[in-house]
């Protein structure tokens, strides 16, 4: 469905300049979805950090660090089933980028590939401690931190202002309801 903000040839129409107030109207799921990115990857970055073994150095053991580890792939995998669910439909519905198999969806199987390997790693070294290994998990990690991080910028990006507006009016952003 081509938006009534686009002329029918599909070239975008020159939009006049936002006001402060549209702007943060229209950037509001953007900035939600921002503070929602930047604790996921805070908790990347911490499982990734304490991989080496550091985490007894925070006074966890094996088992509370593969808790947390396990903990941050039910986060990412409940913020995504939330998007699927609640978030993309309405978008898509005049947003290309939301659509089933387009980019955002297509990302997150590509994360979620590597968090199958993240369960995996866990559910093994859980189930003998000494086999826990510091560069297989990392590896597990590093198996989808590019997808990662560019997923979780391109969603914000597709969520700002000069994009949203595109395809939503003020008051349609008021209403989306998350």
């Known amino acids: 469905m081509e938006s009534s903000k686009e002329q029918s040839t599909g070239v975008e129409a020159a ?4 006001t402060a107030h549209e702007e943060r109207i229209y950037n509001s799921l953007a900035t939600k ?3 929602f990115h930047t604790g996921l990857q805070a908790e990347y ?4 950090e304490l991989a080496d073994g550091k985490f007894t150095k925070r006074g966890m053991s094996l088992s509370q ?3 947390f580890v396990d ?3 039910m986060h990412i995998t409940m913020h995504h089933d939330i998007e699927e669910a609640h978030v993309f439909p309405t ?6 980028e939301f659509r089933p198999n387009e980019r955002h969806k297509n990302s997150h199987k590509l994360i979620h590939d590597g968090l199958d390997k993240i369960e995996e790693a866990v559910k093994r070294f859980k189930e003998d401690n000494s086999s826990y290994n510091p560069v297989e998990m990392r590896e ?3 198996s989808f931190r590019e997808p990662l991080y560019r997923h979780l910028a391109e969603e914000v990006q597709d969520l700002s202002a000069e994009n949203m507006r595109k395809y939503w009016s003020v008051a349609e952003v008021r209403r989306l309801g998350f």
């Open 71 to 73: 903990q941050f792939r």
């Open 91 to 96: 978008l898509a519905k005049r947003m290309p």
């Open 45 to 48: 970055e911490e499982c990734y």
């Open 15 to 18: 939009l006049p300049p936002l």
């Open 33 to 35: 979805m921002q503070y």
């Open 140 to 142: 597990a990690f590093d």
């Open 65 to 67: 660090y593969l808790g």
